[in-house]
């Protein structure tokens, strides 16, 4: 069965190896095929987009995805993944979730996961920096 996607003008898509450019109209693909990667543009980060630890280690499973050699990109993957452990040790259970998809060879399933990572990363950035305006609040109260 035939995957339907549809483009937005100038929208991105990655197909295998190969990087497909829209036009400026709306296009519809019917992409055939078993197992080939594939990534719209929203869910596509670059070294440049990818400025937290929780997305360097999408970069790294996405590269691992688009990659016909996975394991090649494991060593980056797990070094990412000790340092995101250790600064946020409640993200385990999601990771654990990421590690499984990876060793079942379901890297897209573990692209989705790592987006649950992200989120859970973001919030905690919020919270610190909540966090820190109210301490700088109440010590500017204090002075």
């Given at each position: 069965m035939a995957l339907k996607v549809e483009l937005k003008p100038h929208e991105r898509?990655?197909?295998g190896a190969c990087v497909v450019t829209n036009?400026?109209?709306r296009a519809r693909l019917l992409i055939e095929g078993d197992k080939i990667?594939?990534?719209r543009e929203?869910?596509?980060l670059?070294?440049?987009t990818a400025d937290t630890p929780a997305k360097l280690i999408y970069l790294a499973v996405q590269l691992m995805y688009l990659s016909p050699e996975p394991q090649i990109n494991h060593g980056t993957y797990f070094s990412l993944l000790r340092d995101v452990i250790t600064t946020m040790p409640g993200a385990w259970p999601v990771i654990?979730?990421?590690n499984n998809d990876i060793l079942n060879g379901d890297l897209y399933k573990a692209l989705k996961e790592v987006k649950k990572l992200i989120a859970y990363?973001?919030?905690l950035m919020e919270m610190s920096e909540a966090t820190a305006v109210r301490t700088e609040a109440r010590q500017k109260r204090s002075a």
């Open positions: 898509i990655i197909i036009t400026d109209q990667p594939i990534l929203k869910d596509i670059t070294p440049e654990e979730g990421i990363e973001k919030k």
